[in-house]
């Protein structure tokens, strides 16, 4: 990529005032460190080892494990907030469990020359290309696509995300928004709303139409990728210092471009970390869930590990952000190749002897209705993901059925598998 340096120092020189205003509010909301005992963190099974590539300080953890879905592991890059470091993710993120449990790689880098200022990553504004990027943007596609082409890592294309808390968070959106063709999922911790500034933290300054335009123009000719790309957005009750109204316009803003108009909501009971208090909100279309939005209750401006000892803006009393982020991804991915993912072996019929009278009308056990999960426990459906948003698929034809394990729905048997019915009357 060719760079003209002197606008980007003079771009440069023009933003670095505005970060201040970020920074003043996250040291005067918030201590600089929460230390919150809870669940003890797994002992990691894989390999942490640090470099340097594009320009980044990274952090990366290589998990023992295979990839469990598609054809190769899925990459999680993962920004850090204003005042912390890539390091304080590493020991405290609690990402290297899920890693362990998906065989996701995690690459965690330190924003380039120590940020704009304060470590913040350079999500200001809307003056950022897809076609010439800049201002951290090129930093972190060189960092994806190095590691995209690693062959040693076994990296799937389909199952490569990002995520970040504050500006990590900002920058994520920002990143989704340029590049949804490299970026199948985005996971949005508590950061501003794309076309802000860091001086507009603290209360809504955006809409999501004027978002949603932002949005688009940076995707560009690229746009027809947001058709398969996914967005999870989280934030805690307690957040003084991003206002919680851009949250929940993030999701607003990504369902509106993804076109999920269908509008639900969801318990945060049963799922995984030390506080499962709040609410979720999932956006849908016609194939299943697109966005989640959860609000945390009792959750501050920070990481939410849901294990461990918590740190640098990092909580462990919240959800395991981690590990729910990786289920939401894996169970919804529009991308991944599932053909290698293995299915019930489906149920055939044995056909009757012929003989001169009628064929007898089909027995029950040709179509049945039942519960979701009742189908995958009798062999006739497989699914992914955590209960209520896991969809669930007939087996051997893959049929989609809906999502949730108490979802009714009606199967029919046919010589390959189950396909879906509207009923069995």
């Not at 398969?228 to 316009?249: E, F, H, K, M």
Request: hydrophobic content about 35%.
């Amino acid at each position: 990529m060719t760079i003209a340096m002197n606008n980007h120092q003079q771009a440069r020189r023009r933003r670095r005032a505005a970060p201040l205003a970020l920074l003043t509010a996250v040291a005067s909301a918030i201590t600089l460190s929460i230390v919150i005992a809870g669940t003890p963190a797994r002992a990691a099974t894989g390999t942490w080892a640090t470099e340097t590539i594009a320009g980044m300080s990274v952090r990366i953890y290589t998990p023992a494990t295979a990839g469990t879905l598609g054809v190769g592991r899925a990459l999680m890059i993962n920004l850090h907030g204003c005042l912390q470091k890539a390091q304080n993710l590493q020991d405290n993120g609690n990402w290297a469990a899920t890693a362990d449990r998906t065989g996701m790689i995690i690459a965690l880098p330190d924003a380039p020359s120590g940020g704009v200022i304060a470590g913040c990553w350079d999500y200001y504004d809307n003056s950022h290309s897809s076609t010439a990027p800049t201002r951290h943007d090129d930093n972190l596609l060189d960092l994806a696509t190095t590691l995209i082409g690693r062959t040693t890592l076994g990296i799937d294309r389909n199952q490569v995300y990002i995520s970040g808390l504050s500006s990590g968070g900002g920058e994520t959106m920002v990143m989704g928004c340029l590049f949804p063709r490299i970026f199948a999922g985005i996971g949005i911790n508590a950061g501003p709303t794309v076309g802000t500034s860091s001086s507009q933290i603290g209360s809504v300054a955006t809409t999501a139409a004027a978002a949603a335009s932002t949005c688009t123009n940076f995707a560009g000719s690229d746009s027809a990728s947001f058709q398969t790309q996914l967005t999870s957005v989280i934030y805690g009750s307690n957040d003084a210092t991003v206002a919680p109204g851009y949250d929940t316009l993030n999701g607003e803003v990504m369902a509106n471009i993804y076109g999920a108009s269908a509008k639900t909501t969801f318990s945060l009971s049963g799922l995984p970390g030390t506080n499962t208090q709040g609410s979720g909100t999932l956006y849908s279309d016609s194939n299943g869930g697109r966005v989640s939005v959860i609000q945390n209750t009792g959750l501050g401006h920070n990481w939410p590990a849901g294990s461990g000892s918590g740190g640098s803006y990092i909580s462990a009393n919240s959800i395991d952000y981690p590990s729910y982020l990786a289920s939401f991804f894996f169970a919804n991915n529009r991308r991944v190749d599932r053909s290698g993912t293995p299915t019930p072996t489906p149920i055939t019929r044995p056909t009757p002897t012929p003989t001169a009278t009628p064929t007898p009308t089909p027995t029950s056990t040709d179509c049945i209705t039942a519960t979701n999960l009742e189908h995958k426990n009798a062999g006739r459906a497989t699914s992914y993901g955590i209960n209520p948003y896991n969809p669930y698929y007939s087996a051997g034809l893959l049929g989609y059925m809906g999502q949730g394990d108490g979802t009714v729905s009606s199967l029919k048997r046919k010589t390959n598998g189950w396909t879906v019915a509207s009923s069995c009357s």
